[in-house]
């Protein structure tokens, strides 16, 4: 998915001294009329898709596939009847793609059971619909396979309940379920694995208070005694636990934290790490220390975040973002940790229309990291855009200087072509480093221009393509009292133009 660099983008940063050549941005995906997408990358990085189009009479689950080399979407039916939204897991043992949901069958034996079609060739056939479980449930709110591979953990909610089932895949249907409290919000409970193997619950058992469950080790998670008692209880409205089972770095939760707000207004995206005491901030994220802060991001507090880890332990983070902070656009933003950390904000512009705006979404990575953002849209259309490799040059845009701090703001939204950008460094400190210039340059030929005076910030009129992603960058050169000679750092961000 990543796009080669051309010799002449090859001589542009060599020229400029930047090792970044400009990017397209990937293209938005419009596949098909449905709501309530679930989605999987394998690991040739084809995207597999299931969603139920309620406008049918029939109501029928849907899937396609899209190849990361030819994006293109033929939607074939695989079953009917569907009475919720959607689960799509991918067993990791041997490829096998798992489709669930909650039947609406005029078959009262059927009635609300929990039913799975299963595809062992890459979704080129799928089996016959087969009831897993049964139990009183009106959705599935979340599934994920167990360890071994031999059954799939699912969680759902019902009423002010929350239920967990283990149903199996070697055949039968489990009728037990655990009944693990109350549901006191709007967040739908989520349903992950532990690195030893144990299912971990988290759902919000009171006002806007986030709390985890999780069964004894060696335990049958079926078993309602093997539950320990409600843990970890945070104030926290929004979340979603990593959908991959434990990689090697651990299991992971991204939330929205309610209870202070960051300098622009919007409320701090989180990231915590499952430790002895529950998930607790993390020790490291890639080789950034503690003192690098656990903040991904900033939400307008929505429940639009998406998680997932990949096999070789790699985060990837999403979540949507208002128009009034986005330049009038509906915007996902998306980012991955590498060995440093977690790397620049990559946005998505997504529409300007009130139909555009994303309802369930969720990241798909597969092991090495390539993948999808899926969505549903409030005009019921189901959308995908794949995971885009931050440009080179982009990695750092904050640095600190002796006392002091200079950063790129992160650029929201996208840029008109044609239109005005305004490229700025922000200096935080009044004491320390003294700044002599700053020097603002694209990766794309653009003139470079310098501003010596505070507050340092020069407007560039762009006429790069639309759809093209970019690098803005900045040389900020400083002098350090009680040291001789003058110092410099190099600044990037990305953005993309529209």
């Not at 999780?214 to 078993?223: E, H, K, Q, R």
């Not at 990575?365 to 005009?379: K, Q």
């Not at 259309?381 to 006392?403: D, F, N």
């Not at 305004?422 to 221009?449: C, E, N, T, W």
Request: include cysteine; aromatic fraction near 6%; hydrophobic fraction near 40%.
């Amino acid at each position: 998915m990543k796009r080669g660099p051309t010799i002449t983008g090859l001589l542009l940063a060599a020229a400029l001294g930047w090792g970044a050549v400009p990017a397209g941005a990937e293209p938005v995906l419009d596949l098909a009329q449905g709501s309530a997408p679930a989605a999987v990358t394998d690991e040739a990085g084809t995207l597999h898709v299931v969603w139920r189009d309620v406008s049918v009479f029939s109501q029928p689950l849907r899937y396609c596939r899209v190849a990361a080399v030819a994006p293109a979407c033929t939607p074939v039916d695989i079953s009917s009847h569907v009475g919720s939204d959607p689960q799509l897991v991918l067993r990791p043992q041997d490829g096998a793609l798992i489709a669930m949901y909650v039947t609406d069958s005029d078959d009262a034996a059927l009635d609300d059971a929990t039913m799975a079609v299963v595809s062992l060739d890459g979704g080129t056939t799928w089996s016959a619909p087969t009831p897993i479980g049964f139990e009183d449930i009106e959705n599935i709110d979340r599934a994920a396979p167990s360890a071994d591979g031999g059954a799939v953990d699912t969680v759902a909610s019902l009423g002010d309940r929350v239920l967990f089932q283990r149903v199996p895949l070697g055949g039968g249907a489990e009728r037990r379920t655990v009944e693990l409290g109350p549901r006191e919000d709007v967040l739908v409970p989520r349903v992950t694995h532990l690195p030893d193997g144990r299912p971990l619950v988290i759902a919000h058992y009171a006002d806007d208070r986030l709390g985890t469950r999780v069964p004894a080790l060696g335990a049958d998670p079926s078993d309602p005694n093997a539950w320990g008692s409600f843990r970890q209880w945070r104030t926290l409205r929004d979340a979603d636990a990593s959908a991959a089972d434990s990689g090697p770095t651990g299991t992971w939760l991204l939330a929205t934290v309610i209870h202070r707000r960051t300098p622009s207004g919007g409320l701090p995206v989180r990231i915590w790490r499952w430790g002895s005491r529950g998930f607790e901030d993390p020790r490291t994220i890639g080789a950034l220390n503690r003192a690098a802060g656990q903040d991904v991001g900033e939400s307008p507090g929505t429940n639009d975040l998406a998680l997932d880890v990949d096999l070789a332990g790699r985060l990837h983070a999403a979540w949507g973002v208002a128009p009034r902070a986005c330049r009038g656009q509906h915007c996902i933003v998306y980012r991955r940790t590498d060995r440093r950390g977690f790397g620049p904000p990559i946005v998505y512009p997504i529409g300007t229309a009130p139909g555009d705006v994303q309802r369930r979404f969720g990241i798909a990575a597969n092991g090495g990291g390539s993948g999808w953002i899926v969505w549903g849209t409030h005009s019921n259309r189901i959308r995908a855009v794949a995971l885009v490799t931050p440009p080179l040059g982009s990695r750092v845009g904050s640095r600190r200087i002796g006392r002091r701090r200079v950063t790129i703001p992160d650029f929201y939204g996208c840029v008109p072509s044609g239109g005005t950008f305004v490229h700025s460094v922000r200096v935080d400190g009044r004491r320390g480093a003294q700044i002599l210039s700053v020097r603002f340059f694209f990766d794309a030929g653009q003139p470079a221009r310098t501003d010596r005076r505070a507050p340092y910030s020069l407007r560039f009129r762009l006429t790069f393509p639309p759809g093209s992603r970019h690098v803005a960058g900045a040389v900020v050169r400083y002098r350090v009292p009680g040291r001789k000679g003058v110092r410099s750092v190099r600044l990037g961000r990305t953005f993309v133009m529209c």
